[in-house]
């Protein structure tokens, strides 16, 4: 046989093959597009069902896991679903201006059913549901009534440059840093209008940072400052006469009112993160329903 006819050979073999793989790809893309957008739908569905929880005003974000939802769609159970309530409404901030937090859930080995066809009323099983809502500094400061409160998590004590994501040391519960303005003692708390925080305001007022710690009493979380920060973190330190320093560190020290968690998860823990403050709960093996979220 000729070099030329061994080539022309070969080459007649390699076609099909080629074809074939292209074939198989296209089908893998396909199958895969398939797969993403039927997901999709059925998260988007369970976030329409979600929405009809008072506690949320705007459609959550949903992530439902585990690679090859048609497959699983059909038994209606995933390795988990993840849920963010973004802007939802709370309790408490009297004429301060509306109070928000995010409502997160995570469920494992969730049971969702028919996840095309999920209502407000429509059961959804799981092993385990962890429950966070995350205030931010400027909601709590609403809560607090220290209109330019800003929290921040502190690195520990000799410990230089740590508290960087890398680090896994941005949560606290003790030691969590509060910086604002709060009226000394004989001034109001409002200037009219004006807060203490407002240049408009004209009564004795001072700005500082407080060291603070955080802990769930009876349900609710209590924060109490413990002394003036002095640390190497950026803070504020306008003198404070030795008569009125036990007064404005009980301005920084509260019991905030009962916050949600989602389906009324009991919360258990408190702590900071980053800028924000963070409240937490599971529940184990149960059932649950979109509109009490």
């Not at 409160?149 to 960087?164: D, F, I, Q, S």
């Not at 803070?235 to 916050?259: G, I, N």
Request: charged share 20%; hydrophobic share 40%; proline share 7%.
């Amino acid at each position: 046989m000729s070099p030329q006819s061994r080539i022309s050979g070969a080459a007649s073999v390699r076609r099909p093959l080629a074809w074939a793989l292209v074939a198989t790809v296209i089908v893998l893309v396909a199958a895969l597009l398939i797969d993403l957008v039927a997901a999709s739908r059925a998260e988007h569905r369970l976030a329409r069902a979600l929405l009809t929880a008072p506690s949320l005003q705007h459609e959550p974000e949903v992530m439902i896991n585990g690679f090859g939802f048609v497959p699983r769609a059909a038994a209606g159970e995933f390795s988990g679903v993840q849920i963010i309530g973004r802007g939802a409404a709370i309790d408490g901030c009297a004429d301060r201006g509306a109070c928000t937090a995010d409502i997160t859930a995570r469920l494992s080995d969730a049971r969702l059913g028919n996840a095309w066809q999920i209502s407000g009323s429509s059961p959804i099983g799981f092993s385990t549901l962890t429950a966070e809502t995350r205030v931010n500094s400027v909601n709590l400061g609403r809560l607090m009534n220290i209109v330019d409160l800003y929290l921040n998590t502190p690195a520990p004590e000799g410990k230089v440059g740590a508290g960087g994501p890398g680090d896994g040391l941005l949560e606290r519960t003790d030691g969590i840093l509060l910086s604002g303005t709060v009226p000394l003692p004989g001034a109001p708390e409002r200037d009219g209008k004006y807060p203490p925080s407002a240049a408009e305001y004209r009564h004795p007022k001072v700005k500082v940072s407080v060291s603070a710690r955080v802990a769930v009493v009876n349900g609710r979380v209590r924060i109490e400052a413990t002394d003036f920060y002095t640390g190497p973190e950026e803070h504020f330190t306008e003198s404070v006469p030795d008569e009125f320093r036990s007064h404005v560190l009980k301005l920084f020290s509260t019991t905030l009112p009962e916050l949600p968690l989602a389906w009324n998860t009991p919360v258990t823990s408190a702590l900071s993160r980053g800028s924000d403050l963070i409240l937490a709960g599971t529940q184990s093996a149960g059932t649950v329903e979109p509109q009490h979220y």
